[in-house]
């Protein structure tokens, strides 16, 4: 079942591979929570390096990021090593479940994903060459048909925006996220005001 703009998440800690447990939702600010596909993959990884070139801008703007993957703690916490941002590790895919992340052989077979891939492979190896990242397991657990989430949650609990991939590389870009979480500043400004006695 997909979440929609509106919907209630429960609170909870969430265990970290890479720092301490994380409170979902934040009090304090919104939370972008990405689901990723497996440890080491090259379209996450080229997706992630953009999301780290810019974690200042994007805390700067009430941001908190925390990334899920469906790989275990223990693959995913050499990959997680060096990302400046939480990192869930969801092997059982409960997280997934819980909001209605899917896989699906479109993650691989729709042609919208083939230009990503096909930047994505080559800048992986180079990384992974120069020894700067981990190349992904053989066989990932979970396999390598999982399709991106994106959801950004107010610190009361509420979705303000969900994404659903489409195929393995349709998730939002660091533009997209800033101009979500602006918006759902100025709606939550708007009901503030209009929630004011005069």
Known sequence: MR??????????????????PVPLPDPGRLVHLQFRRFAGCPVCNLHLRSVAARHAEIEAAGIAEVVVFHSPAGELREHAAGLPFPVVADPDRRLYREFGVESSPRALRDPRAWPVIARAVPAGTWYVLRRRERP?????????????GDFLIAPDGRIVAAGYG?????QWTVDELLSLAARAG?????RDAAGRVP
């Open 3 to 20: 979440l929609r703009p509106g919907d209630p998440v429960p609170a909870r800690e969430l265990d970290l591979v890479n720092g301490p």
């Open 136 to 148: 992904p397991a053989r066989s990932p657990h979970g396999g390598r048909l999982g399709l991106p």
């Open 166 to 170: 489409e195929h393995a590389g349709d």
């Open 186 to 190: 100025h709606d939550a400004a708007a």
